[in-house]
Every structure is written in structure tokens, then in C-alpha cells.
């Protein structure tokens, strides 16, 4: 009875360990919320030259991470502050829903070929860094859709996300509540 016992303890004890581990790695935090892949055939074309308020078309490709390519463009241009819209086609992404009381983002897993309906999002500094901020609505094969935080966006065959940047820098602040960094209109 004591040797059952002890047995069936262990076994909830590794389940528990597993279950803990599998919940773990379905959440992230927004300080680990970070682009990380590459985006090599991204192409970039100023569409406005000469005028105050500078347009970009910037182009992602077939295996292209869009989220990083988007930081690196903001990194290579100086963007200081801007919004975006994007359409095109994915294949895999991960999205994201923000739990306030775990202060992280549930990863939303996509898989396979996807369109994307609509993509949105603003460029901002935080500690002196443009950091880029974007959803996503992604449409399956049967019209289903999907939507989150983008995490990570993997292009096929095309992402054409068109880019204003804004007259006035915009800042972010660590929102102390939600471990999110958010726009504040009143830092300079």
C-alpha cells in the first residue's frame, strides 16, 4: 500500500512538473515578446522623396520573419515614430493574446498557409530604441480567421507593409501594472 502510494505520488508529481513545463512554454513575457528571426530579402523603396512626412513600401518575401525584419528596418532608418498597414500571405506565425493576470502573452500557434487580412501596428522609442507594436488577422483556407499580437510572422509568398513615419517622436514607458511598454504622449 505504501509503495503504491509513493508510486502514484511520483507519477502526479511528474505529471505535474509536465503540465507545469507544457503552460510554461504556452506563455511568454513581453520583455522576451522580441523579434528574433531574419528577414535577408527584404526590400525597402522611400515612396515619398523630398516631402516632410516620409512613406515606405517595405516588402518581405518567401521565408522573410516579417516582426524582426520590421525592427531592422525602424533600426536602419531612424524611425522615431510611425504606423503601418501590411496585406500579403503567410506560412506559420505566432500570435499572441495578453493575460493580464500573468502579465504575458499566450502564444497562438499558426500553421500552414495563411492570408493576411489585415496587419496594423505603430513604431515607438522605448530607452532610446525604436520598438515595433503589431496585430494581425490571418484568414485559413476554409475563411476561418485568427488574430493576436504578432510574435513572429513568416512570410510565403509575399508581406507588403506600407509604412508612415510620423512628424513627432513618440515614446514608450514600462507600464508597471502590465510589465508592457506603452505609449505615453506626455514623455518628450
Not at 45 to 70: C, H, T
Not at 90 to 115: C, S, V
Amino acid at each position: 500500500m505504501t509503495k503504491t502510494l509513493c508510486v502514484l505520488v511520483l507519477i502526479g508529481a511528474a505529471t505535474l512538473i509536465g503540465y507545469s513545463q507544457e503552460m510554461a512554454s504556452e506563455y511568454v513575457s513581453p520583455s522576451e515578446a522580441a523579434p528574433s528571426g531574419k528577414a535577408p530579402k527584404m526590400q525597402v523603396q522611400l515612396l515619398n522623396p523630398g516631402e516632410p512626412m516620409e512613406q515606405y513600401a517595405v516588402i518581405f518575401y518567401q521565408g522573410d520573419e516579417a516582426f524582426s525584419g520590421l525592427q531592422g528596418f525602424a533600426e536602419k532608418y531612424h524611425v522615431t515614430s510611425a504606423h503601418f498597414t501590411a496585406i500579403g500571405a503567410l506560412d506559420g506565425a505566432t500570435l499572441g493574446w495578453f493575460d493580464p493576470q500573468r502579465k504575458m502573452y499566450k502564444k497562438i500557434p499558426i500553421n500552414g498557409q495563411h492570408e493576411v487580412i489585415g496587419m496594423s501596428g505603430d513604431i515607438a522609442l522605448y530607452q532610446g530604441k525604436p520598438v515595433v507594436h503589431t496585430h494581425m488577422v490571418v484568414g485559413n483556407s476554409d475563411g476561418t480567421t485568427r488574430a493576436g499580437h504578432v510574435l513572429a510572422a513568416y512570410v510565403s509568398p509575399t508581406l507588403e507593409v506600407m509604412v508612415t513615419v510620423d512628424p513627432i517622436t513618440m515614446q514608450k514607458r514600462l507600464d508597471p501594472v502590465t510589465d508592457l511598454t506603452l505609449i505615453d504622449p506626455a514623455l518628450k
